[in-house]
């Protein structure tokens, strides 16, 4: 197979589209004491309406985090 088969295939012309990740990662979510407690005794109400797993989506927390604070 010769090059300039290859090169018919291959597209080195840049994307029209930056992508996904074009700005480079997002930095994580960093929570202050107060803002876990909310979060906690709001997670505890949730809990004992059988919603628990719906606020935590909502919020957009993990249950690991939860049980880490």
Same mark, same amino acid.
């Given at each position: 197979?010769? *090059?300039? !088969?290859? *090169?018919?295939?291959r597209?080195?012309?840049?994307? !029209?589209?930056? @992508?996904? $990740?074009? @700005?480079?990662? /997002?930095?994580?979510? !960093?929570? /202050?004491?107060? =803002?876990?407690?909310?979060?906690?005794?709001?997670?505890?109400?949730?809990?004992?309406?059988?919603? @628990?797993?719906?606020?935590? $989506?909502t919020? @957009?927390?993990?249950s !690991? =985090?939860? /049980?880490?604070?």
């Amino acid at each position: 197979m010769s *090059s300039s !088969s290859l *090169s018919a295939v291959r597209d080195d012309s840049p994307m !029209s589209s930056p @992508g996904p $990740r074009a @700005g480079g990662p /997002t930095s994580r979510r !960093s929570f /202050t004491p107060a =803002q876990k407690l909310a979060y906690l005794a709001a997670y505890d109400a949730a809990i004992k309406n059988n919603e @628990g797993d719906a606020y935590l $989506r909502t919020e @957009g927390l993990y249950s !690991s =985090q939860i /049980t880490e604070w």
